[in-house]
Nanobody
């Protein structure tokens, strides 16, 4: 069973950095491709970043490419999202998600392919 818990959100000024984390309390974390999504008020949930089971493949939304970095530590059952040069438009609730994957190299963008979701952590960027 996968149970995802995000942490590390907060209120920061534009240009600042923040790292959010997501821990899986289950014992099968390495079997899942992981992703980060975000949802701003009145908007649909959107893809931010994804990482494969074996950390060798990553994928990013164009809006965050070059500013955000996704990583994972399978020994700690944790996925991270390092966010640099934050902008007010990055303000949203950030969710991590896990997708069962038979491939070590698969990265997943579609929300419909994810099996488990965390409860979200709020990130607010002031101008």
């Amino acid at each position: 069973q996968v149970q995802l818990v995000e942490s590390g959100g907060g209120l920061v000024q534009a240009g600042a950095s923040l790292r959010v984390s997501c821990v899986d309390s289950g014992r099968t974390f390495s079997n899942y491709a992981m992703g980060w999504f975000r949802q701003a008020p009145g908007k649909e949930r959107e893809f931010v970043a994804a990482i494969s089971r074996n950390i060798f493949r990553t994928d990013y939304a164009d809006s965050v490419k070059g500013r955000f970095t996704i990583s994972r530590d399978n020994t700690k059952s944790t996925v991270y999202l390092q966010m640099n040069d934050l902008k007010p438009e990055d303000t949203a609730v950030y969710y991590c998600a896990a997708a069962a994957s038979g491939s070590y190299f698969m990265v997943v963008r579609s929300t419909t392919l994810y099996d488990y979701w965390g409860q979200g952590t709020q990130v607010t960027v002031s101008s």
